[in-house]
């Protein structure tokens, strides 16, 4: 990934507003900030959310709160808990989340 027309800067992420995404069940949470080529997001998940998607856009997603399953599209899948991470290229390997219990994130890409 190269970061292109991003001045430094700094953000409260309370101040963002929030957009709400429905899932196949439960809903997303988005805060989401877009410079230059990047898009940066805190995302939360209620719980019991599944994606209503497979996504294939490329992603640094970082667990802060709650655990998050990630499976991919060949079935394989992962929980994450927090301080644990996943990273993925645009296109590599389809993915879709899923939350029992509520998750918190932090997403680049």
């Given at each position: 990934m190269k970061i292109l027309d991003v001045p430094f800067n700094t953000l409260d992420w309370s101040s963002v507003e929030e957009t709400e995404h429905k899932g196949e069940t439960g809903k997303a949470l988005w805060r989401t900030l877009e410079m230059g080529n990047i898009r940066v997001r805190m995302v939360e998940y209620?719980?019991?959310?599944?994606?209503?998607?497979?996504?294939?856009?490329?992603?640094?997603?970082?667990?802060?709160?709650?655990?998050?399953?990630?499976?991919?599209?060949?079935?394989?899948?992962?929980?994450?808990?927090?301080?644990?991470?996943?990273?993925?290229?645009?296109?590599?390997e389809p993915h879709?989340?899923?939350t029992k219990t509520g998750a918190k994130l932090f997403i680049v890409d």
């Open positions: 209620t719980p019991g959310y599944l994606a209503d998607h497979w996504c294939s856009r490329g992603h640094v997603l970082l667990v802060l709160e709650g655990e998050l399953e990630t499976e991919l599209s060949d079935g394989r899948t992962f929980l994450l808990k927090p301080g644990m991470s996943y990273q993925v290229a645009d296109d590599a879709r989340s899923s």
